[in-house]
């Protein structure tokens, strides 16, 4: 589960449009995992990505913050919480950069990454995508994710990028 945060949630900082309305299928997935492990956008407060330092988002995420806390309506019990985007310079875009997140999986013995969460055309494909180049299965679900949209068809875009890349996606959008 990606970066389901306050901060990507309607009143929040760098608020997904209607990044909340995937929390109940967020919850009955996490329910039916073996393993569930949540993302979050843990950013330094001079973070690179941040409009004061020269980057493209309003600051956001920043780590020990009430908006980088994960919403409080997730019901999921998670096996870890993995920290990202914490290295000053980097987007830190995907769950398995700079994180412990592979070497999890491998200690299970996960052979499929099923991916949730906010946003679909920022962390949640850069997730799906570098799961996929670490060789697991990848299945994505467009009931349990959102895009931000910047550009109108962002997420569709994604999505297409997705399957090139031999991820699943499934679910209605
Ligand atoms: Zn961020």
Known sequence: MVD?????CPGGALAVPAGDEII???NRLAAEA?????????????????????GVWPAHCVRDTPGAQLHPALRARFDA????GQAHEREGYSGFEGTTLERRLRERGVDTV??????LDYCVKATALAARQ????????????RAVNVEPDDGERAVAELR?????????A
């Open 81 to 84: 919480i993995v920290d990202k």
């Open 4 to 8: 389901v945060q306050n901060d990507f």
């Open 34 to 54: 073996p393993m569930v492990i949540a993302t979050r956008d843990w950013h330094p407060p001079d973070h690179g990505s941040f409009a004061d330092q020269g």
């Open 134 to 145: 670490a060789g697991f299965d990848v299945v994505v679900h467009r009931e349990a994710t």
């Open 164 to 172: 090139a890349a031999g991820v699943e996606v499934i679910g209605a």
């Open 24 to 26: 109940d299928a967020v």
């Open 114 to 119: 099923h991916v949730v969460g906010l946003a």
